[in-house]
T-cell receptor, first 115, second 110 residues
Framework: AQSVTQPDIHITVSEGASLELRCNYS??????LFWYVQSPGQGLQLLLK??????LVQGIKGFEAEFKRSQSSFNLRKPSVHWSDAAEYFC?????????????FGTGTRLQVTL | EPEVTQTPSHQVTQMGQEVILRCVPI?????FYWYRQILGQKVEFLVS????????KSEIFDDQFSVERPDGSNFTLKIRSTKLEDSAMYFC????????FGSGTRLTVV
């Protein structure tokens, strides 16, 4: 069965510093990969997604992620973090037939930003 | 940008009562889903719905749960007899080459 691992439960970075959130997946076929952000008490906002093609994906709010098949990873990066980026970040893998995919989520990484 | 709309945003119900959570998916999307997130835990898949029938459901989605698309726009999740452990945030999503989630309904069972 598919699974998603986010090894870091909690990360603290200083505002202006770079950020990398790790995500590893386990799935037998080519995955559809997603990163979502969730502010406290709020819904899930899609940051970016990978379906195929260029392995470096650009998203909203200055985020990007790189799909590395050999490492089964889809790490999220941002060159300079803003205080408003503090939130919970979820990586997810889509399983199934393209648009019919159900999502399996990781346990999330809570990002704290210090000023 | 098109949105998935969920109502209510927060519902409190007594144990054993029936609740219906409502969602309006994006109009030209074909696949609809319910997920839930128990406080402090990860988001879990409940059920997917396509062409007016359930296409897949998880082991969480037992007989007390049901989904319906009663008209062309609404998509509902019914919990027949709520338990304390049903307290969670419930997210609706619709999908057509892009997964969009609603802002969720926080269900509190007391």
């Amino acid at each position: 069965a598919q699974s998603v691992t986010q090894p870091d439960i909690h990360i603290t970075v200083s505002e202006g510093a770079s950020l990398e959130l790790r995500c590893n997946y386990s799935y037998g076929a080519t995955p559809y990969l997603f990163w979502y952000v969730q502010s406290p008490g709020q819904g899930l906002q899609l940051l970016l997604k990978y379906f195929s093609g260029d392995t470096l994906v650009q998203g909203i709010k200055g985020f990007e992620a790189e799909f590395k098949r050999s490492q089964s990873s889809f790490n999220l990066r941002k060159p300079s973090v803003h205080w408003s980026d503090a939130a919970e970040y979820f990586c997810a893998v889509g399983v199934g037939t393209g648009t019919a995919s159900k999502l399996t989520f990781g346990t999330g990484t809570r990002l704290q930003v210090t000023l | 940008e098109p949105e998935v709309t969920q109502t209510p945003s927060h519902q409190v119900t007594q144990m054993g009562q029936e609740v219906i959570l409502r969602c309006v998916p994006i109009s030209n999307h074909l696949y609809f889903y319910w997920y839930r997130q128990i406080l402090g835990q990860k988001v879990e898949f409940l059920v997917s719905f396509y062409n007016n029938e359930i296409s897949e459901k998880s082991e969480i989605f037992d007989d007390q749960f049901s989904v319906e698309r009663p008209d062309g726009s609404n998509f509902t999740l019914k919990i027949r007899s709520t338990k304390l452990e049903d307290s969670a945030m419930y997210f609706c999503a619709s999908n057509s080459y892009g997964y969009t989630f609603g802002s969720g309904t926080r269900l509190t069972v007391v």
